[in-house]
């Protein structure tokens, strides 16, 4: 479906019922991830005929859906991540939105659903951003998490694209995703994540609810995390269960699997590449293979390993782990420094510590 270039004036709808400035402040003190939200949500329709319509940022409650709805059935509906900071200077801002707007587009696409112009899905977030500022918290590893989404709508029980859509902005305040130190790994030899010519580099929630089963499997492994190989060969690392994964080898080169259809192209996992080619490292985007991770860290050839992402930003790997053994990078628990620095150059960027080479921060207010 193409997007229509559409300036779509939002009406704003303050709630009634704010929650007061104390127990705000309290909730947002030290937030369970995704467990506490907003006063407000967007809202935005769509239907064949119309187009985009109805925009306004309104209290966030619970909105009413019919049982034959289309995404109840068919999983049609795509979603997004990103933040909100407060800056040093006391402004808001947000980390590379219009990329986040590419490829909510790009996995509408790939689902068969309405485009959502750029400006419509930035304008919804700024909007929620600016009445909801009160919420977005200060201090290290603090923000205000932003998920945008679009389902389908449509009342029918026929296997075709909806005509109807509902796309919606819900926010929520959120410390780190895991801690400081490192996380282990487990690598799933009884499920993939992703196959050739399937929606692997969509953002799409059928990715992460097929995710589930393996991110419990590895848990009774003991480890935090998983890790999926290629589907055709289980040869060749892919993406954890919600994140990009990178390793330094021994040349100072950053190596991390290249987007072949099945990775999703992570705005975080771009960032950090960009960086790192600022930093002096050579990047190479690169098929990688497991037993070559598992051999260079006995050897020392893969001196690091981590994840990345919107929600964990840059997450050490101590340890990945497999029915075959384990392979430990450094002594398992302290992160390295090559990671240590390339997350400290992206947060001071984020939080406004340190200058904006590429232009990425987005003010709000």
């Not at 933040?83 to 006391?90: F, I, T």
């Not at 296997?159 to 819900?170: G, Q, R, T």
């Not at 053994?325 to 420094?337: N, R, W």
């Not at 620095?341 to 207010?365: C, E, F, Y």
């Amino acid at each position: 479906m193409a997007s229509e270039s559409v300036a779509l004036p939002f009406t704003i709808e303050p709630t009634t019922a704010p929650t007061p400035a104390d127990h705000r402040a309290d909730l947002i003190a030290n937030p369970a991830f995704g467990r506490v939200f907003s006063d407000h949500m967007a809202m935005v329709r769509y239907s064949e005929g119309r187009g985009w319509h109805d925009a306004r940022i309104t209290a966030r409650k619970p909105f009413p859906i019919d049982p034959a709805a289309a995404v109840l059935h068919y999983g049609q509906e795509v979603f997004e991540g990103m933040k909100a900071y407060r800056l040093e200077s006391g402004g808001i801002a947000t980390f590379r939105p219009e990329e986040n707007a590419r490829r909510f587009q790009a996995s509408a696409a790939r689902m068969a659903m309405a485009a959502l112009p750029q400006d419509i899905f930035m304008t919804a977030v700024d909007e929620l951003v600016r009445i909801d500022r009160d919420w977005v918290p200060t201090g290290e590893g603090k923000s205000l998490y932003l998920r945008p989404f679009m389902i389908a709508t449509e009342v029918f029980l026929g296997v075709k694209p909806a005509s109807e859509y509902l796309f919606m902005v819900i926010a929520c305040p959120v410390a780190g995703y895991f801690g400081s130190g490192c996380v282990s790994v487990w690598v799933s030899d009884a499920y993939t994540r992703a196959a050739p010519g399937g929606t692997g580099a969509a953002k799409c929630g059928g990715n992460y609810a097929a995710s589930l089963i393996a991110q419990r499997d590895s848990q009774t492994h003991g480890c935090d995390q998983v890790l999926f190989l290629d589907s055709r060969e289980q040869r060749y690392v892919e993406e954890m269960g919600g994140m990009n994964v990178m390793f330094l080898r021994d040349d100072n080169t950053l190596v991390t699997p290249p987007l072949t259809g099945t990775i999703l192209p992570g705005i975080t996992r771009d960032a950090i590449l960009r960086l790192a080619r600022d930093q002096g490292l050579t990047v190479e985007e690169a098929p990688v293979a497991i037993d070559e991770v598992f051999e260079g860290a006995a050897t020392g050839r893969y001196r690091e390993a981590f994840a990345c992402g919107t929600a964990a930003v840059i997450s050490p790997i101590g340890s990945f782990r497999r029915t075959q053994g384990e392979a430990v990078f450094g002594d398992g628990k302290t992160p390295g420094p090559v990671t240590l620095a390339l997350k400290k150059t992206l947060t001071d960027i984020q939080a406004g510590r340190t200058n904006d080479p590429h232009g990425w921060v987005h003010m709000i207010g």
